[in-house]
C-alpha cells in the first residue's frame, strides 16, 4: 500500500518533467527558426513558411504523444488564430484523437461503477469498439426492451491524468506571460483557465447528453435530418447511452451512389442544415468532420458526437444581422464599424489597412461566379490578419467559419459544383432582419438612414457657412491622419534603433576580444555584460520590425 503511495507523486513528477521537455524543446526551436542565419541559401519567406509547417506538423505529432488533455488542447488552439500563425492553426484544426482502444475488461469495469444494477438493462454488449478517442470509446449493445443503442464509455482514471495536465499548463501559461515578447498582447493565464474550464466540462457526458437532447429537439419536424436520442436512465457522469443510427460515411461518395443516393442532395442537406442551425436557433455542432456525419438509407443526414457545440449569444445573433447587411451592400467601412462595435477589431487603431482587406475579401466572396473554396479563403486571409493584430475574434465565430469551411469541402467532395454562398442566400435573409422584431426591421432600418442623411444635406449650408467663417478669422484647424506615412516613419525609426545597436554590438565585441588577449583577460566581462541588454534591446526591435513588415504586406494585398 505504502509502495502504491509513492508510485502515484513519482508518477505524477515523471508526467510534469515529459510535458515540460515538450514546451522547452518547443521554445528552442522557435528561437532556432527566429536566427536567419539558420536558414542555408539565406533566409526566404517561402524557407521560413516550410520550417513553420514543420513545426506545426511536430507540434501535433507532440500532442497527440502527450495524450487526451493535450489532444483537446490542440483542438481548442486551433480556434485560436489571434495566439497561433494561420499554417498552425491549419494544422492543429485537423488534430484527429483517434487513439488505441482500453480492454473490454475496463470498459465493462467502468459501466458497473457507473450504473450499477441497471447495468442488467443492457445485453448483447460488442466487445470490438465501433471507435476510440482520447477521452471514450464507444460500444455497440442491445438492450433487453429490444433497443439498439450505443454506449460511449470514458477511459478509465482520465480525470486524475487530466486535472495533473491542466495544472501544468497553468504553469506554462504563467511562465509564457512573464516573457517579455510572448506575453505582449496575449493573456495567456487567461487561455489557460479557459481551457482548463471547457476540458473538465467535456469530461461530464451528462453534459453532452444535454447538448445531444438541445439539437435533436431542433430537428425533430425535419425528416431529412437524423439526432440519435438520449437514454437518460443508462447514462451518467462517464456513460453516454444514445440510440444506435446506423449509415454511410458522409464523404463516401461511391458507397452513396451504390445504394442509389444522390451526393449533391446530400450536400445540400448539410450546408441547409447547418446553416438553419446558425441562423434560426444559434446553437449549432461546432465539430462537423466527416467522423461526425452520416447518410441514412433513406437520405437523410445524421449527426454524431455532441462533445462541442457552440452558442451564439442573442446580441452577437444580431451583431451579425448587421453585419451581413453590411457585407451584402458591400460597405467595407460599415462592416469595419459593426466589427469594432462587437468587439472583434480594438477601438483605437488605424482601421486603413483593415478596411482595404475587408473590401477585397467582399469583392471576391460576392462577386459571381463564387469561388468554389471562397469559405476556406475567407478564413484564411482573415488568420493571418488576426494573428499578432488587435483583433479579439471570439471562439465561437472561429468555430462557425472552420464548420463552413468543412461543410465547404465535404460538398465540394460531393458534388464539383457545390456552392454554399449560392445555398447560403435564404438563410442569410432572415438574418438581415434578425436585429428587431419583424421582417419590416430592414426598410424601418433604411427609413432611418434616409431620414438621416436628409437631416445631414439640410445642415450642410449652414455648416459650410460657419466653416469658411472660422477659416477667414483663422480658428480653423485642419488635421490630417497619414497612416501609412506614419507607419513609414515608426519603422525608419525603429531600423535607425537596430542599426544603432548593432553599431554598438559591434564595438562592445570587438572590444571584448582586445581585452580577452590582453594581459587581464578577465576585463573583457565588463563589454560581454553590457552587451547583454543591448543585444536583447536588438532582438525586440527585429522582432518589431518583421512584425511591421507582415503588417504592411497585409495592407499591400488588401490595395
Known sequence: MGRLRLRAPLRGAWRA??????VLTLIVLLW???RAWTYPGGCTPERRAIRQQSRARWLTAELLTLGSAFIKLGQLLSARPDVLPAGWVAELADLQDKVPPFSFDRAQSVLEEELGQRCAEIIDLDQQPLGAASLAQVHRASLRSGRQVVLKIQRPGLERVFRLDLEVMQQVAAVLQRHPSWGRGRDWVAIAQECRRVLLRELDFRVEAQYAARFRQQFLDDSRIRVPGVIWELSSRRVLCLDYLPGIKINDRAALLDAGIDPSAVAEIGAASYLQQLVRYGFFHADPHPGNLAVASDGALIYYDFGMMGLLSEGLRRRLG??????????ASGLVTEMQAAGVIASGIDVGPVRRLVRVMLKEALTPPFSPNVIDKLSGDLYELVYGQPFRLPVELIFVMRALSTFEGVGRSLDPGFSLVAIAKPYLLP???????GPNDLFNELGR???ALSSKAVGIPRRLDESLERLEQGDLQLQIRMGESDRQFRRMVTAQHALGQSVLLAGLALSAALLGASARPLWALLPI?????VGMGWLQLQVKLRR??????LSGSGR
Not at 518533467?17 to 515538450?22: A, E, F, K, M, P
Not at 438574418?431 to 422584431?437: E, F, H, R, V
Not at 555584460?529 to 541588454?533: K, L, N, Y
Request: hydrophobic content about 50%.
Open 17 to 22: 518533467l515529459r510535458i515540460w521537455r515538450s
Open 32 to 34: 532556432w527558426d527566429a
Open 322 to 331: 448587421s453585419m451581413v447587411r453590411a457585407a451584402a451592400a458591400r460597405d
Open 431 to 437: 438574418l438581415m432582419t434578425a436585429s428587431g422584431s
Open 449 to 451: 438612414q434616409v431620414g
Open 529 to 533: 555584460a553590457a552587451g547583454v541588454p
Open 548 to 553: 511591421d513588415a507582415r503588417v504592411e504586406g
